[in-house]
């Protein structure tokens, strides 16, 4: 795919967290989509609430600018949560950080998000959404934590960083938008239910009947 459309798709998919109330208050969130084996197109600020295609660089797998565009210090702190997932699992297309507002009450509640809806299932998700143990947004403890899940858990496209947020990674940047507002909204049922008894698991038969369905008529989601 060439540069100015994996830069659009960001700038698609930013739009789509923003409009779907993926942004919070702050209408923080870092996107990245990758390039090529080697490089990756990245937001540089932290702000995309208005992101515009010039608003991204383009860096190697190692966090180095390959076009000269500077990033916001903000931005250098998560350069390697992004990168190491693309080494990691070769699979993920896009990687979306925010702090989604009903997903973030789990990762602060140290609680993992349950699979009960659903509609995650079409996005691969096999099991709960962990909580991996806080440390410095970005540090080697932090990213480390993450990396392990990404490697040892390939049913999981989504991990929450304690006290934090969201960290979500899927085939595209809008299928990675759309993942994280579907598990976000599964994160609202989930709080919402505990008014009535709280949420049921789904059978263990669901993702098998999920998947053949899915093929069965040539779904994607």
Do not use: C
């Not at 507002?181 to 049922?189: I, N, W």
């Amino acid at each position: 795919m060439q540069e100015q459309q994996v830069r659009q798709r960001i700038v698609d998919a930013a739009h789509l967290l923003a409009d779907t109330g993926m942004l919070f208050r702050g209408e923080h969130a870092n996107l990245s989509a990758r390039l090529d084996d080697a490089h990756i197109v990245m937001t540089r600020g932290g702000s995309i609430g208005h992101l515009r295609t010039d608003d991204l660089a383009v860096l190697d797998l190692s966090g180095h600018s390959t076009r000269g565009e500077t990033m916001d210090p903000t931005m250098q702190e998560v350069i390697q949560m992004h990168t190491r997932v693309y080494e990691a699992r070769h699979s993920v297309g896009a990687v979306i950080h925010t702090h989604a507002p009903h997903i973030s009450v789990f990762a602060v509640a140290h609680q993992p998000i349950p699979l009960v809806y659903e509609p995650l299932l079409r996005f691969g998700v096999t099991e709960p959404i962990p909580v991996v143990p806080w440390a410095p947004r970005g540090s080697d403890q932090s990213v480390n934590a993450i990396i392990e899940v990404v490697r040892d858990h390939p049913g999981l496209p989504a991990i929450m960083m304690a006290n934090h947020g969201a960290l979500v990674f899927h085939e595209d940047p809008l299928s990675t938008a759309r993942l994280l507002a579907t598990l976000d909204e599964a994160a609202e049922l989930i709080i919402q239910a505990k008014a009535l008894g709280g949420a049921q698991d789904l059978p263990p038969a669901a993702i098998d009947a999920v998947r053949n369905r899915m093929a069965l008529f040539g779904s994607h989601r």
